[in-house]
């Protein structure tokens, strides 16, 4: 059982930063896959990011490639979202979800957290 919780959400002007988290509980942390993703109002959950239990395969959505970083600290069993030149369409409630490989799809993701608002301003 891994059970995540998300922070770091907030409200920024596009153009703007902001990092997200995913705290785990458990000791086997490193053995999850792990993914982002996000959710507007209206539409439905999509993929952001992925990282592999290791942090040494990651992959990205198209539209956010080049702007957002995933990272991982396995020793803090948490994992980021690093997310840069924001822009409005970036705004949604942003999942993170852990599961036993690396994938864009969302039923791949057995654990999911509360999710955290994020904000961009125009």
């Known amino acids: 059982q891994v059970q995540l919780v998300e922070s770091g959400g907030g409200l920024v002007q596009a153009g703007g930063s902001l990092r997200v988290s995913c705290a785990a509980s458990?000791?086997?942390?490193?053995?999850?896959?792990m993914g982002w993703f996000r959710q507007a109002p209206g539409k439905e959950r999509e993929f952001v990011a992925a990282i592999s239990g290791s942090g040494s395969s990651t992959t990205y959505a198209d539209s956010v490639k080049g702007r957002f970083t995933i990272s991982r600290d396995n020793g803090k069993n948490t994992m980021y979202l690093h997310m840069n030149t924001l822009k409005p369409e970036d705004t949604a409630v942003y999942y993170c979800?852990?599961?036993?490989?690396?994938?864009?799809?969302?039923?791949?993701?057995?654990?999911w957290g509360q999710g955290t608002q994020v904000t961009v301003s125009s």
């Open positions: 979800a852990a599961g036993p490989f690396t994938s864009s799809t969302l039923n791949r993701y057995t654990y």
């Open positions: 458990g000791r086997t942390f490193s053995s999850y896959a």
